[in-house]
């Protein structure tokens, strides 16, 4: 992908593939859209799939797969054990990280699972430069407790900060400095999921490399969205520009003692694993938990058909034509939307365009959701269905009360290569309309609420009938377009 300038004037993102398989989508009448939002209990992961439009709700294991890996997928080598294709995919991730070893696990959270079984004990801290929710909720149950060290203006919804998801490297020298309890490990997020797919810089993590290494304590990257990193590195980091992505990927991996990473995102495929080298303390221990936990040491939980679409997709994640795709969209939309005034995070990141619901929906309390409400109002909208990244994303503190998130977004993903312009361009529509009608949207309350990651399986409703006034205004300036 690369902006192309049109004989009008305007730039647009141009696509650097082809559509060969499609899949049949439906647009719902807004009253149809209203009674399954309430069905599903105003929880936009409760909806059916065939009742949604643009699935804008992640870029987790959604992204369109390419004509080669679907070739290699047919030609997989199918074993319990020492399975040909298991090797290919070490050898790919020997190639790209410089680490011999891969211990597969069936997406994400098995890593992290492991992780955290391995390494945290009750009392330890965990200091990192943003956390995920899955991340913390397994660190959290090992009794650890994270300590979030982002830079100055990462949180900022609007700051000029190139690099939010960068380290406070002078925080993180004197926490480790200074510590007076056990740190197993730091931790860096790659594409800083939560506050907006953002950024740190190649210079930012080999600092934090340095000071984890002047302390003895082992440094753990979360390369789940490292791709829009590496894009975002070669971008915007000046002593990168002349760097390829594959040597960019190679910069970072060196400053790390373990990666890992969701193949649902990094990889286009499905899966996930864990890389180390081969003189690494942890290779062992990490090997006995992966075969408890996730499934023997050549599959981890993953058929060989993935593995075989995850080698070819790191290939690919190493073309720069190919990890732009969704960055530019992203970066389209967040310039239209910004044009149109709508509140969204800037410097746009990857991953998503995500609004700020506090200045969209400023009349909303926390205690409402905020960016919960305001997802289930772009569904009533356009059939969108996006994310909401905020405080209904917070478990509740021991005590019973909220814990209130520093951001309310609504994350608005752009799985790759999956959308069109003329899709994306709806979606602007649609999120405009919703602005120029923001004073009608209302909050949201628990009618179940899970005690753990309670935003996927939790129930709610409308604080008011806010929603059937929504739906009729809707139809009063649409008219019987959908
Ligand atoms: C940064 C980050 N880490 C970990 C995960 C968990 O991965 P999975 O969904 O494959 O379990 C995700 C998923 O969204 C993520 O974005």
Redesign the pocket.
């Known amino acids: 992908m690369q902006e192309i300038r049109l004989f009008s004037g305007e730039n647009i993102p141009l696509e650097r593939h082809k559509v060969r398989i499609v899949q049949k989508l439906e647009l719902q009448p807004v009253e149809e859209r209203l009674l399954k939002l309430q069905e599903a209990s105003n929880n936009l992961y409760l909806l059916k799939n065939r009742d949604v439009y643009l699935d804008m709700l ?1 870029d ?2 959604v992204n369109a797969m390419s004509d080669k890996q679907l070739a290699a997928m047919m030609d997989a080598d199918d074993a319990y054990a020492g399975s040909e294709t298991f090797f290919q995919l070490e050898e790919k991730i020997n190639d790209l990280f410089g680490m011999e070893h891969f211990l597969p696990a069936h ?4 890593c ?1 699972k492991v992780i955290a079984d391995l390494l945290v004990q009750d009392g330890d801290l965990l200091p990192m430069n943003y956390h ?1 929710t ?2 913390r909720a397994h660190i959290v149950r090992c009794g650890g407790e994270v300590l979030e060290l982002l830079c100055a203006g990462g949180e900022d919804p609007n700051s000029d900060q190139l690099f939010k998801g960068n380290m406070d490297t002078a925080a993180l020298r004197e926490t480790l400095q200074n510590r007076k309890r056990n740190i197993p490990f730091v931790r860096m ?5 939560l506050i907006g797919g953002q950024p740190f810089s190649l210079a930012n993590l080999q600092e934090t490399a340095e000071i984890c290494r002047e302390e003895g304590i082992p440094l753990i990257l ?1 390369a ?2 490292v791709q829009d990193n590496l894009y975002f590195i070669k971008k915007r980091e000046e002593s990168c520009h002349n760097l390829s992505i594959r040597e960019i990927m190679r910069a970072i991996a060196d400053c790390c003692d373990i990666i890992y ?5 990094f990889g286009f495929a499905k899966g ?1 694993g864990i890389a180390v080298r081969k003189d690494s303390p942890f290779l062992g221990p990490l090997q006995e938990l992966i075969v408890l936990n996730e499934g023997f040491l050549t599959y981890g939980g993953m058929s060989v058909r993935e593995m075989a679409a995850i080698t070819v997709g790191l290939e690919e994640s190493m073309d720069e034509s190919v990890i732009s795709q969704g960055p530019e969209f992203i970066e389209y939309m967040v310039g239209e939307l910004t044009h149109l005034g709508v509140p969204v995070v800037t410097p746009a990141g990857g ?1 998503g365009c995500h609004l700020n619901a506090k200045e969209f929906v400023a009349h909303l309390p926390a205690q409402q959701y905020p960016a919960a409400a305001l997802a289930s109002a772009l569904y009533i909208a356009g059939s969108i269905r996006g994310m909401e990244r905020g405080t209904l994303s917070e478990d509740r503190n021991p005590d019973g009360s909220e814990k209130l998130a520093s951001m309310e977004l609504l994350r608005l993903a752009v799985p790759r290569r999956v959308f069109t312009l003329s899709q994306i361009k709806y979606c602007i529509d649609r999120v405009h309309w919703l602005w120029q009608n923001r004073e009608l949207i209302g909050g949201l309350r628990f009618t179940r609420e899970p005690k753990i990651l309670r935003f996927f399986t939790g129930e709610l409703e409308a604080t008011s009938d806010w929603q059937e006034n929504l739906a009729v205004r809707f139809r009063q300036d649409f008219g019987d377009s959908l």
């Open positions: 992640t987790s294991g997406q994400g959270r098995g992290e995920f899955t991340t997020e790659a594409g800083a999921n979360d789940s969205l990473f969701s193949a649902r995102k996930g991953l």
